[in-house]
């Protein structure tokens, strides 16, 4: 038996971004633009113009070969649009490669989007079932494992509840029990854990890890570098849906985010590596110790801050807005979403700015990276979402004059905080001792 799980030589998937759609009609319709189509694009030729209609078109995948063998843990990464997701769909067989082939060994469980294969008029019970099936399962098995899934879910109280009344938390947390449960070969996982909470994820990664382990393979898609580094062995990273680079997991990471502090060096405006309908985009961003002087990048704890985002739109438009902070290996750290903060400004069209004030910085010593999303108010919809607008450093204080300042070995953020006791050189008076 071979000891190959995923074989993949010259795959290569396009997309048509424009032109018109086509339209369904019967088959009188269509024999006649069968017979004369051809004819019609020799006349065109024949007076110089275009044969037909053109439509743009979109290499997702462009040319990828590898081999994953089985047992190993794949972490896919690379940037927003660079093929990921577009990767583990072929796979899955959701959509079929323009050009190349994917050879899969062994029976595969996918979760790819929140709820794939679920439908919302049935109640959890019953999606385990039907996910099962569509996953290739027997019923025996399923019934086998029922228990361990709903369990790993934590949803028995709403077991017997339709699904379309879950939140998305609960949608992921049944359908990555279902993938993860139902005995896969090969396990393809995108970044839709990101929507569960940190516990969730960390028993995530371990039934992950845990899943490798058994000798089964794991594809991994994600953002998050420690993840990756915590749970693979291997990466690959793609750019622009080619292989860019492939090798050791830690190798590729590496790579990964030397490509990100390239991308930094582009001025915002300019950037590609960015999702949404672009309706509000993010042109520019500083970080500063006065929203009126010159950007900063290094800071010590309890420095005051702020953030000033450029954002251009299109229209006037309610939005909130997201800066998240992480650290080297694209950890998170922290998320300020003005949307908990009650602050939905209204936008008009052109470049406006937007502050945020941080008037103690909580961060410890080391590197740390922003981030930033924009959303429409009304339906939530990402205008702009993009990676690494600005990054600073933070170096080590004695914030309580102990001469022993908090650096990167106690964490990463500092909380306030007093030690309290007995005071020795009082004897057996009571007295408090505080380290403010």
Not at 399 to 427: C, K
Request: hydrophobic letters at 40%; proline letters at 4%; one cysteine or more.
């Amino acid at each position: 038996m071979s000891d190959v799980a995923i074989h993949v030589e010259n795959l290569g998937k396009q997309y048509s971004i424009g032109g018109p759609q086509a339209r369904y009609g019967m088959l009188r319709e269509w024999l006649p633009e069968l017979v004369l189509s051809p004819f019609r694009r020799l006349a065109a030729v024949a007076r110089g113009q275009a044969s037909v209609i053109s439509k743009d078109t979109i290499w997702a995948l462009q040319d990828i070969s590898f081999q994953v063998k089985r047992g190993q843990a794949i972490g896919i990464i690379g940037h927003n649009g660079a093929g990921k997701s577009t990767l583990l769909k072929v796979l899955s067989r959701i959509t079929e490669p323009t050009r190349g082939y994917a050879e899969i060994y062994g029976r595969v469980g996918s979760l790819l989007e929140i709820g794939t294969g679920f439908h919302p008029e049935l109640t959890g019970r019953e999606n385990i079932y039907l996910n099962g099936a569509i996953l290739g399962m027997r019923r025996a098995e399923i019934e086998r494992r029922f228990d361990e899934m709903v369990d790993f879910a934590e949803i028995d109280k709403f077991l017997d509840t339709p699904v379309k009344h879950y939140s998305s938390g609960m949608y992921v947390r049944l359908a990555f029990a279902v993938a993860a449960h139902l005995e896969p070969e090969i396990l393809l996982v995108d970044e839709v854990l990101a929507v569960g909470d940190i516990a969730f994820q960390k028993k995530c990664l371990g039934r992950m890890s845990a899943v490798a382990k058994e000798g089964r393979t794991v594809l991994f898609v994600s953002h998050n570098m420690a993840a990756v580094l915590n749970l693979c062995d291997s990466g690959i990273l793609l750019k622009k849906g080619a292989v860019s680079c492939a090798g050791k997991a830690s190798d590729v990471v590496q790579e990964y985010l030397a490509t990100v502090d390239r991308w930094a060096a582009t001025p915002l405006r300019d950037r590609t590596d960015r999702n949404g309908n672009g309706l509000v985009k993010v042109v520019g961003c500083k970080m500063c110790a006065d929203p009126s002087g010159e950007p900063g990048t290094d800071y010590m704890l309890g420095d005051e801050a702020y953030i000033v985002l450029t954002v251009h739109a299109l229209e006037a438009a309610s939005i909130f807005v997201g800066v998240q902070v992480k650290d080297a290996w694209g950890q998170l750290v922290f998320a300020f979403n003005s949307r908990e903060s009650g602050y939905a400004p209204t936008v008009e069209p052109g470049e406006s700015s937007l502050v945020l004030h941080i008037p103690h910085l909580p961060f410890l010593e080391g590197r740390y990276k922003l981030d930033a999303t924009v959303n429409l108010v009304r339906d939530l919809v990402v205008c702009d979402a993009i990676e690494q607008v600005s990054s600073f450093i933070m170096h080590p204080k004695d914030i309580y004059g102990s001469s022993a300042p908090f650096t990167s070995y106690h964490g990463v953020v500092f909380v306030e905080h007093q030690w309290l006791g007995r005071d020795p050189a009082r004897g057996a008076q009571d007295t408090w001792i505080s380290s403010a």
